[in-house]
């Protein structure tokens, strides 16, 4: 009896071991078949949009269902609210489906919220670059008109036009969220410190970094060699060998470290955490400082 189960357990090995083999060869019929089995059913799609005949958005729309499914679970006449407010503002279907998909809690605002703050953004006069910007960066909606009126007018004054503003807020949306003075001392360093000129920034993510960030890629690169201002230069001219602000500030640390610093990432980890510590002792001696001038 043991030796017959003994077989009987081997026979199972064999078995699930073929299995295995064929489920591994058949995997890119798998992924099909998976796929088309959990594609949400068009009449559910149809039935959060609008219009049941427009075919582009009801492909898009069950694509993103499909990607996201959470989505499938908030109500429909949340979608028909976001739909009806955003096309009575010229807006897309198409385009307001992506929008959703970039920022989901667009189907959470109510329309009288959309109505004020697209009406807030248009006091702004970005004219046709707003519905860009917006389309980019959804969560602009959700801005407050105190942030609008402390961040818009200053963010001008150092990058010159709204277009380019609104650049800079496509890529670095919680700019005109932060405290406007943690902006600044950004952008300060970025262009006193590193000398990086303002078309640069724009066309970086630099800004969605905080300033420590910033300031530890730049000082590593610094200490390596890599980053470099010519000396005898009164205007601060950057070597040529520099690396451009986006490489620096838009990838993530595995490939900064590998990409543009030329070393693994475990090192630019330890750099970081020892970088980290200096930088908190710097702020504790900055705070007594401050102590000491306030007993003066």
């Not at 492909?59 to 069950?62: F, H």
């Not at 707003?130 to 402390?150: D, F, G, T």
């Not at 490489?247 to 900064?256: A, E, K, M, Q, V």
């Given at each position: 009896?043991?030796?017959?189960?003994?077989?009987?357990?081997?026979?199972i090995?064999i078995?699930?071991?073929?299995i295995?083999?064929?489920?591994?060869?058949?995997s890119s019929?798998?992924?099909?078949?998976r796929?088309?089995?959990?594609?949400?059913?068009?009449?559910?799609?149809?039935s959060?949009?609008?219009?049941?005949?427009?075919f582009?958005?009801s492909?898009?729309?069950?694509e993103?269902?499909?990607?996201?499914?959470?989505?499938?679970d908030?109500?429909?006449?949340m979608?028909?609210r976001?739909f009806?407010?955003?096309?009575?503002?010229?807006?897309?279907?198409?385009?307001?489906?992506?929008?959703?998909?970039?920022?989901?809690?667009?189907?959470?605002?109510?329309?009288?919220?959309?109505?004020?703050?697209l009406?807030?953004?248009?006091?702004?006069?970005?004219?046709?670059?707003?519905?860009?910007?917006?389309?980019?960066?959804?969560?602009?909606?959700?801005?407050?008109?105190?942030?609008?009126?402390?961040?818009?007018?200053?963010?001008?004054?150092?990058?010159?036009?709204?277009?380019?503003?609104?650049?800079?807020?496509?890529?670095?949306?919680?700019?005109?969220?932060?405290?406007?003075?943690?902006?600044?001392?950004?952008?300060?360093?970025l262009?006193?410190?590193?000398?990086?000129?303002?078309?640069?920034?724009?066309?970086?993510?630099?800004?969605?970094?905080?300033?420590?960030?910033?300031?530890?890629?730049?000082?590593?690169?610094?200490?390596?060699?890599?980053?470099?201002?010519?000396k005898?230069?009164?205007?601060?001219?950057?070597?040529?060998?520099?690396?451009?602000?986006s490489?620096?500030?838009?990838?993530?640390?595995?490939?900064?470290a590998?990409?543009i610093?030329?070393?693994?990432?475990?090192?630019?980890?330890?750099?970081?955490?020892?970088?980290?510590k200096?930088?908190?002792?710097?702020?504790?001696?900055?705070?007594?400082?401050?102590?000491?001038?306030?007993?003066?």
């Open positions: 009896k043991a030796s017959g189960l003994y077989n009987s357990v081997s026979f090995k078995m699930f071991k073929i295995c083999k064929n489920f591994l060869s058949n019929e798998i992924a099909a078949f796929y088309f089995s959990t594609k949400v059913d068009l009449h559910f799609v149809n959060l949009l609008p219009t049941s005949n427009d582009e958005a492909e898009v729309l069950q993103l269902l499909q990607n996201v499914p959470d989505l499938q908030c109500p429909s006449h979608w028909k976001t009806h407010v955003f096309q009575n503002h010229g807006f897309q279907i198409k385009n307001i489906i992506n929008m959703i998909s970039k920022y989901p809690n667009l189907l959470q605002c109510r329309e009288s919220q959309v109505d004020n703050a009406e807030l953004w248009r006091n702004y006069q970005f004219g046709e670059h707003l519905e860009i910007m917006l389309k980019e960066a959804p969560s602009l909606i959700e801005v407050s008109e105190s942030h609008l009126i402390n961040c818009i007018p200053k963010l001008e004054s150092y990058v010159g036009t709204k277009r380019k503003v609104s650049k800079v807020l496509m890529r670095c949306p919680n700019v005109v969220f932060e405290n406007w003075a943690n902006v600044e001392q950004k952008l300060n360093y262009m006193n410190n590193m000398k990086i000129e303002i078309p640069e920034i724009i066309k970086s993510s630099a800004l969605k970094r905080t300033l420590p960030e910033i300031k530890c890629r730049h000082i590593f690169l610094q200490r390596l060699g890599i980053f470099e201002i010519r005898g230069n009164s205007s601060g001219e950057l070597s040529k060998k520099n690396p451009n602000l490489t620096i500030t838009d990838t993530t640390d595995y490939l900064f590998k990409e610093a030329n070393i693994t990432y475990e090192e630019f980890a330890v750099f970081k955490k020892l970088y980290q200096e930088f908190e002792k710097n702020d504790e001696d900055d705070e007594g400082d401050d102590i000491d001038e306030d007993d003066v």
